[in-house]
């Protein structure tokens, strides 16, 4: 049980590590989001995110919050397989998921695409 927390250590929150995240991060649009993600040298192989929904997309504060518990909801049942291809590289990664869509999305949709993004980032890795 104890394998499917999300907790402090798990968060992207340093404002100096986001902004190196964009100036040297790599990135790809897997529609609703864009994903920069970033390799570190460090000695904990882990994996770090951040979460982004703009308020030119939604405009409202409670549709955005909405969305970013739906995909850390998301995130948490499906990154297993993440941690485990991080761990062994030694380092490590950090990720930021930006929202594009204009509109509000079902948990089932959005954790579908939640599964196609964290695929295709682990190919890319």
């Keep these: 049980m104890s394998n499917y927390t999300f907790g402090k250590s798990q968060r992207l929150k340093s404002?100096?590590?986001?902004?190196?995240?964009?100036?040297?991060?790599?990135?790809f649009i897997e529609f609703p989001f864009k994903v920069v993600w970033r390799w570190v040298e460090d000695?904990?192989?882990?994996?770090?995110?951040?979460?982004s929904v703009p308020k030119k997309k939604l405009t409202k504060a409670v549709h955005r919050?909405?969305?970013?518990?739906?995909?850390?909801e998301s995130y948490r049942q499906k990154n297993q397989r993440l941690k485990s291809k991080v761990s062994e590289k030694l380092k490590q990664l950090h990720i930021m998921f930006i929202f594009l869509d204009t509109q509000l999305w079902h948990f089932q949709e959005l954790d579908n695409k939640i599964s196609v993004t964290l695929e295709r980032l682990q190919k890319v890795i």
């Design 15 to 27: 404002k100096q590590q986001i902004d190196q995240l964009f100036v040297e991060g790599n990135s």
């Design 43 to 51: 000695t904990d192989s882990s994996v770090q995110i951040a979460l």
């Design 65 to 72: 919050n909405q969305i970013k518990r739906l995909i850390r």
